[in-house]
């Protein structure tokens, strides 16, 4: 292949730009505290794709704690998603258990941020949710708990 005809020259160059320029979400890395993937996942919340869901679970951290104005915002969208997404959510958390910071993700459950977040309304879509395994039984044990903290 000749490189010396300046439409082949251009075609080579727009191609390497779009390549290295153009983010691809398979297979590229999903940053801890990335707000911009929660923001993503509130706005589409009960419409994500398994691929999506994952990609907002992974963004739950320990090195997110400190970050006060994520984790409100995350902890509100993470209850929303479950509610929305119930089924599918525990399945993803239930497949990815091993990547995903679990205990982070269990804290936000027994924790919520918001006070209009109706922990009583999630308990029974969760108990009812096609899914088996022990991650089901874990965020039914952190909802309770709660609800229990809500009196």
């Not at 691809?24 to 994500?48: H, M, P, R």
């Amino acid at each position: 292949m000749r490189f010396d005809n300046p439409d082949m020259k251009t075609i080579l160059i727009l191609s390497t730009m779009l390549t290295v320029l153009t983010p691809s979400s398979y297979g590229q890395e999903v940053k801890k505290c990335d707000g911009t993937i929660v923001l993503f996942a509130s706005n589409k919340a009960g419409q994500l794709t398994p691929e999506e869901i994952r990609e907002f679970l992974f963004t739950f951290g320990k090195e997110c704690r400190n970050n006060v104005e994520f984790s409100e915002f995350s902890n509100e969208v993470l209850f929303a998603v479950l509610y929305t997404q119930t089924a599918l959510t525990l399945r993803t958390m239930e497949k990815e258990k091993k990547l995903l910071e679990l205990d982070e993700i269990m804290d936000d459950l027994s924790s919520p941020i918001n006070d209009s977040i109706s922990v009583k309304k999630l308990i029974p879509r969760v108990e009812e949710a096609r899914s088996s395994g022990k991650i089901k039984n874990q965020v039914l044990e952190r909802l309770r708990e709660a609800d229990a903290k809500s009196y």
